[in-house]
């Protein structure tokens, strides 16, 4: 069972999220909250698997509530919810450390599906789907000059290399299916991998070590078309 708690300013929102979710048995509405400082401390309080986060409230909005929630360390994950548009606080939502996001008019099967991917630390958003938001927000990311060495982190020189390697294809949008066809590696291998690759930079799930990745020079933006 999956527990979670809605978070949205419009209580239309909030009834329709609920009658799609208590009409799946894996699913378990246990609280709803109207803007960001109620959301940190039901989560708090009720500690649920996954908090379903609108971005756009009165008050604390939802980037500053998902900051605040996982720097708590606890188990519960947030899943935002965007209109995208290229929606600008996207970027912002996932570098405060959302495990993913969704558009609002996402399908049904497709919003349960990341609750679910979410649950189980994954991330929501297919990474090449990642790859693209992130290349189109590029220019909230550092400014490097082409061919600059990676930024001095200690996180960095924990890794071995074949792990760097891994952390660059994570980057660059490849599953971990191309990853494995791609550098002649079994895909449980694969996993492994990436697991001690998350461990030692400290992500929580494959969105934030994109980020990380892109944050210290690893991969650079795709050029625009």
């Given at each position: 069972m999956t527990?979670?708690?809605i978070v949205d300013d419009q209580p239309l929102?909030?009834?329709?999220?609920r009658m799609l979710l208590e009409s799946q048995p894996d699913t378990e509405v246990v609280g709803e909250a109207a803007h960001g400082a109620e959301a940190v401390r039901l989560t708090a309080d009720l500690r649920p698997d996954v908090v379903l986060m609108d971005i756009r409230m009165p008050g604390m909005d939802g980037i500053e509530a998902?900051?605040?929630?996982?720097?708590t360390g606890g188990r519960s994950r947030v899943l935002v919810l965007t209109t995208f548009d290229l929606d600008e606080y996207a970027h912002s939502a996932l570098r405060a450390g959302a495990s993913g996001f969704l558009l609002k008019d996402a399908r049904p099967?497709?919003?349960?599906?990341?609750?679910?991917a979410v649950a189980v630390g994954d991330a929501v958003v297919a990474p090449a789907i990642t790859r693209r938001?992130?290349?189109?927000?590029?220019?909230?990311?550092?400014?490097?000059?082409?061919?600059?060495a990676p930024v001095?982190?200690?996180?960095?020189?924990?890794?071995?290399?074949?792990?760097?390697?891994i952390l660059v294809a994570v980057a660059q949008g490849w599953s971990n299916?191309?990853?494995?066809?791609?550098?002649?590696?079994a895909e449980s291998t694969v996993k492994t991998h990436v697991s001690r690759v998350m461990a030692k930079i400290g992500a929580r799930d494959r969105v934030q070590a994109v980020i990380f990745a892109y944050d210290r020079g690893l991969t650079r933006p795709n050029p625009p078309v």
């Open positions: 527990t979670l708690l929102q909030r009834y329709g999220f998902t900051r605040r929630i996982v720097a099967e497709e919003l349960l599906s990341g609750i679910r938001l992130l290349d189109a927000y590029a220019h909230h990311l550092p400014t490097r000059p082409p061919g600059a001095e982190d200690s996180r960095l020189n924990a890794l071995t290399d074949r792990e760097r390697e299916n191309e990853i494995a066809s791609r550098l002649v590696l």
